[in-house]
């Protein structure tokens, strides 16, 4: 019998669901059990085509409608991922294995968020206008075209809203390929999208690996690339943009720190610290992942991470209860196994945690190390799983030294009493995305992105739109034209 999570069909082109099984096959793992649940086809180059010429084609006549028609339609499109909210989070489940007590509300629903947001946004983008003297100048804001989403693998359903909502307000169109690890849930939101109102071409899902996105990402036709990758596929995405002379998006990685002075209020510094180490099994970007405690506050911070950390349920990702998923797939498991055997030799000392969990899927259990040191590579490298490092700082100064010496910068969260300290602290780390006495929270009225290695350009809010348009400018002379001859 068919799973239910098997999609009708590999690819979403212009309205319909496309099939081509000469593509390479790309197995569907479900991480809590190791069983495959489902297969797609990587596009081929008929299929690439395809979803770039519908794409193309539907782009003028969606950039023509009026802002409000766009936005009504993406609303509409919030509206329907709400009600379905229950089993588009059992289909991310089963894409990443994320527990649904996490997908019920942080998937879809921001997702839908994104959708509706920017749905709102879509009748306000004007442009200016300057006066000089009896002439003046006027400027649009125009859709940049044809647009390229490139996903990862940690939030299917979020990352194809993140990309495509604020596209389709600005009137582009976009060809989006999931992350072949999670490629269901695109697919959803490409449908539900056409339930909505759009027309058909204007938001295309097409499947694949590396190769797949490279040939979007090349095509002459596409005006823009939006990325959520790591580092290395971000540098090459960027060079073969910058080819074309396109617009670019990157959301890459990062090692963030997360800083807690002895006057936090110790729950609160822990629960942030969880937070921004274990949602999602530890596999998201923006994690904290370096959590610098000062010396005064380090065992008692300690003792009560490891308590709280105890607490984690860890089990069948569809039960409620469950509320620490496995690693998306057995790779990335050994990696971020093979990454705590190198904080054990290199002389971390161990709190929690520490290995594979004794039950079928690719569970690691949450892992805390402490008395990490700067240079240890569990410090230096974004492991993208559920291990923690906590380091020791005497001095503000020192600690935001040692935070900024990293390639990443994509978070930073500070925990303190003390508000002035709080402010100057933040001010001083490279980070896109900061928190203070909190951390992760990612709502879309917030800009979303990192400084250095960690991205180019902004996701959600008002900065998302000035990624996905262009300003034109027209002079306007009411009088004569002089000339020299
Ligand atoms: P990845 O870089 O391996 O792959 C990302 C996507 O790029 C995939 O869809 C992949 O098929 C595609 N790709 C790979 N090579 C390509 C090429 N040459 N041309 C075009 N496309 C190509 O990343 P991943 O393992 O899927 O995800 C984990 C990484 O993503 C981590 O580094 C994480 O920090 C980062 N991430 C960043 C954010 C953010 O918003 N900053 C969010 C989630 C994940």
């Known amino acids: 019998m068919t799973h239910p999570a098997q999609p009708k069909a590999s690819h979403f082109i212009n309205g319909e669901y496309v099939e081509d099984t000469a593509g390479t096959p790309i197995p569907v793992i479900y991480a809590a059990t190791g069983e495959q649940i489902a297969t797609v086809h990587a596009a081929t180059p008929a299929i690439v085509e395809q979803a770039l010429s519908t794409a193309k084609a539907a782009q003028t006549a969606w950039a023509k409608m009026t802002g409000t028609e766009r936005g009504r339609i993406l609303r509409r499109a919030a509206d329907i991922m709400r009600e379905r909210n229950h089993d588009l989070s059992v289909l991310e489940t089963y894409d990443t294995g994320k527990p649904l007590q996490e997908t019920l509300v942080a998937d879809a629903t921001s997702g839908?968020?994104?959708?509706?947001?920017?749905?709102?946004?879509?009748?306000?983008?004007?442009?200016?206008?300057?006066?000089?003297?009896?002439?003046?100048?006027?400027?649009?804001?125009?859709?940049?075209?044809?647009?390229?989403?490139?996903?990862?693998?940690?939030?299917?359903?979020?990352?194809?809203?993140?990309?495509?909502?604020?596209?389709?307000?600005?009137?582009n169109s976009m060809v989006f390929k999931p992350s072949e690890t999670t490629p269901l849930c695109a697919l959803k939101v490409a449908e539900i999208l056409i339930e909505a109102g759009a027309p058909a071409g204007v938001f295309n899902v097409v499947q694949g690996m590396g190769e797949v996105g490279g040939a979007l990402v090349t095509d002459p036709r596409v005006d823009k690339v939006s990325l959520t990758g790591s580092v290395p596929t971000g540098k090459k995405?960027?060079?073969?943009?910058?080819?074309?002379?396109?617009?670019?998006?990157?959301?890459?990685?990062?090692?963030?720190?997360?800083i807690i002075f002895d006057d936090a209020d110790i729950d609160n510094a822990v629960g942030g610290a969880i937070n921004g180490n274990f949602y999602s099994s530890g596999q998201v970007c923006s994690n904290g992942t370096r959590v610098f405690v000062q010396k005064g506050i380090k065992e008692k911070f300690l003792a009560r991470l490891a308590e709280r950390t105890g607490n984690a349920i860890l089990g069948d990702p569809m039960d409620e209860a469950t509320s620490f998923g496995p690693m998306v797939t057995e790779n990335q498991m050994n990696i971020v196994l093979g990454y705590?055997?190198?904080?054990?030799?290199?002389?971390?000392?161990?709190?929690?945690?520490?290995?594979?969990?004794?039950?079928?899927?690719?569970?690691?259990?949450?892992?805390?190390?402490?008395?990490?040191?700067?240079?240890?590579?569990?410090?230096?490298?974004?492991?993208?799983?559920p291990v923690m490092s906590v380091l020791d700082f005497d001095t503000e100064e020192e600690v935001v030294a040692r935070a900024n010496d990293t390639e990443f910068g994509l978070s930073a969260g500070v925990f303190t009493k003390d508000f002035t300290r709080a402010h100057r602290v933040i001010g001083n780390l490279e980070a896109g995305s900061c928190f203070i006495n909190s951390y992760n929270d990612a709502p879309v009225e917030a800009p979303f992105g990192g400084v250095k290695a960690s991205g180019v350009g902004r996701e959600n809010s008002k900065e998302a739109i000035k990624h996905f348009s262009q300003v034109k400018s027209v002079y306007v002379r009411m009088g004569d034209v002089e000339a020299a001859f």
């Open 340 to 385: 705590i055997e190198k904080g054990k030799e290199e002389g971390a000392r161990l709190i929690c945690g520490g290995k594979r969990a004794d039950m079928d899927g690719y569970f690691i259990e949450p892992t805390v190390f402490a008395d990490v040191t700067d240079d240890m590579t569990i410090a230096r490298e974004e492991i993208f799983g």
């Open 112 to 171: 839908a968020d994104a959708l509706e947001y920017f749905g709102g946004l879509a009748a306000s983008l004007t442009g200016e206008h300057i006066p000089l003297g009896e002439d003046w100048v006027y400027t649009k804001r125009e859709a940049l075209g044809l647009c390229v989403g490139i996903g990862a693998w940690n939030y299917p359903t979020q990352i194809a809203c993140w990309k495509g909502a604020p596209a389709l307000a600005c009137g």
């Open 237 to 258: 995405v960027y060079a073969a943009a910058a080819e074309g002379m396109k617009h670019v998006t990157m959301e890459l990685g990062g090692k963030s720190p997360l």
